[in-house]
């Protein structure tokens, strides 16, 4: 069994992450959605899983400024090979835990609507469809908005 170790993001994490998000998602563009940000001013919600030091998978998440009650996963990543095996599940369980023991008792998310893998994910974790917001980004890019109510 393979051991996977969640901890909070260092800085250097980003010069790890940025080669290879791109491959994760097929070679769709998403490190134009992951800042250095992240890895800087957002450390204490932004997760890194490996094993041994090999990275398995990351989550970028922020506690909101204007909700003081919610937190918001900007995005999550598992490497291929880690795929399957729970990477995802834990990184967002890790989150929650951040989130609750900050007295936020909502966690919320997007994702596409063509992404049917990431909506059935999400739901399994216990999120919610709030609906579905057209031109969400001014894109004119359609995202399903996700919406967790925590447990105490």
Not at 73 to 82: L, R, T
Not at 137 to 146: P, Q
Request: charged share 30%; proline share 4%.
């Amino acid at each position: 069994m393979r051991e996977i170790t969640i901890r909070l993001a260092e800085p250097a994490d980003y010069d790890r992450i940025a080669p290879v998000v791109d491959e994760w998602w097929d070679g769709r563009r998403i490190l134009d959605m992951l800042p250095r940000l992240f890895f800087i001013h957002f450390r204490d919600t932004t997760l890194i899983a490996e094993e041994d030091g090999q990275l398995a998978g990351f989550l970028a998440g922020f506690l909101s400024q204007s909700r003081p009650d919610e937190a918001y996963v900007h995005v999550a990543g598992v490497a291929p090979a880690w795929r399957g095996q729970g990477v995802g599940r834990m990184l967002y369980e890790r989150f929650f835990t951040v989130a609750r023991e900050r007295s936020r008792r909502v966690v919320r998310c997007v994702t596409s609507p063509v992404n049917t893998r990431s909506v059935a994910f999400h739901r399994s974790l216990g999120f919610e469809v709030d609906r579905i917001a057209k031109g969400y980004d001014g894109r004119g890019g359609d995202r399903v908005l996700l919406v967790k109510e925590l447990d105490a």
